[in-house]
């Protein structure tokens, strides 16, 4: 919740971040997400998918497998797919982190959201009212609205810091106490002594984070279509409003 802040209001000075650009009298288009951005962003969707479906098949179980034990092993090649996703979402994260620091401010705006200001939360009641259909659309900001820039911040930056945290800890307490996985992450199991309920926690992160997914996904295809070119903006960097 630290770090650079976009303003509340949209400024008078056009070449302001967070001010909606403006080209011949209407709504035009700026540059929001740099490439690291958009190359996160396409990686980590595809870690995240491989991590859903890897991590609900070793919480449920796969159907049984004909023949010898010894001679099947798709449950390890589904742990070791876990695993390996998880690597590539954990060291994402701190790259992503990285470029929070280093990037623009929109960078920043999923891991600082000023939740002391009243103009804040009711930005965010104004943009629920447009998502609810019952309003006309808010003012729009060149990053993230305030409503998604709230959702990002706990059901995902949260979240997944959440499941990279307790993810590496049940990797540790597998590779023995020896381990590096353990030795930084060994200290969840002083909150929950009894390893399954971290799993059952782990796995009950696995829903929030496919909440977030849905519902991240209708937002993005209804702004594309009522508002602004969101899907296109994760491609080209360039944030196209409507007039």
Not at 135 to 161: K, S, Y
Not at 164 to 176: K, P, S, W
């Amino acid at each position: 919740m630290f770090g650079r802040d976009m303003p509340d209001k949209a400024p008078q000075n056009p070449a302001a971040v967070d001010a909606p650009p403006t080209v011949g009298g209407g709504r035009g288009a700026a540059y929001v997400y740099e490439a690291p951005v958009r190359l996160w962003h396409w990686v980590n969707a595809a870690a995240i998918l491989v991590l859903g479906v890897t991590g609900y098949l070793i919480g449920t179980g796969t159907p049984a497998m004909p023949g010898e034990a010894s001679g099947n092993f798709l449950f390890g090649y589904i742990r070791f797919t876990h695993f390996s996703a998880g690597y590539v979402l954990g060291v994402g994260f701190l790259l992503r982190i990285y470029w929070a620091l280093m990037g623009n401010p929109h960078a920043m705006q999923i891991f600082c959201v000023p939740l002391w200001r009243s103009c804040f939360w009711r930005e965010v009641y104004d943009e629920m009212r447009w998502y609810a259909f019952l309003a006309v659309e808010p003012d729009r900001r060149v990053g993230h609205n305030r409503l998604a820039q709230l959702a990002m911040f706990f059901m995902f930056t949260q979240t997944i810091t959440f499941m990279i945290v307790t993810g590496f800890a049940l990797y540790g307490q597998g590779a023995g106490r020896d381990s590096w996985q353990y030795r930084l992450f060994g200290w969840v199991f002083a909150i929950w002594p009894n390893s399954q309920d971290v799993h059952t926690w782990h796995h009950l992160g696995l829903w929030v984070v496919v909440t977030f997914a849905l519902v991240h996904i209708y937002a993005v295809i209804r702004e594309d279509i009522m508002s602004e070119r969101s899907i296109s903006s994760m491609i080209s960097g360039q944030r196209q409003f409507r007039d």
